[in-house]
Nanobody
Framework: QVQLVESGGGLVQAGGSLRLSCSAS??????????MGWHRQAPGKQRELVAE???????NYADSVKGRFTISRDNAKNTVYLQMDSLKPEDTAVYYC???????????????WGQGTQVTVSS
């Protein structure tokens, strides 16, 4: 019902920048997307929240990326972006897009994940 396509990962030196993109394709007309965001997982570490944004534009960031990363959303295109500046080696991880969606007139929500895109920051 909801499929995600991610892009923008790659290799960058410390202090550089990358922009991740994630587009959601909706197959049912009465599905509403409530929020989209990004998580990341480094080898041997737990998956953690990076940033999220609601349809109304409210944002939430992990303390480790606050001031360096910026999340934005194009509601018309069902696309979320993550602008990553001043990258550090500790930002190296697989970044996963996430979407929270619901059927109209329903209170319960569902979640879908993308396949992930690798971000590597060298010293």
């Amino acid at each position: 019902q909801v499929q995600l396509v991610e892009s923008g990962g790659g290799l960058v030196q410390a202090g550089g920048s990358l922009r991740l993109s994630c587009s959601a394709s909706v197959s049912i007309s009465y599905i509403t997307i409530n929020a989209m965001g990004w998580h990341r997982q480094a080898p041997g570490k737990q998956r953690e929240l990076v940033a999220e944004i609601t349809e109304g534009g409210s944002t939430n960031y992990a303390d480790s990326v606050k001031g360096r990363f910026t999340i934005s959303r194009d509601n018309a295109k069902n696309t979320v972006y993550l602008q990553m500046d001043s990258l550090k080696p500790e930002d190296t991880a697989v970044y996963y897009c996430n979407v929270i969606w619901a059927l109209r007139w329903r209170v319960e929500t569902s979640s879908n994940w993308g396949q992930g895109t690798q971000v590597t920051v060298s010293s």
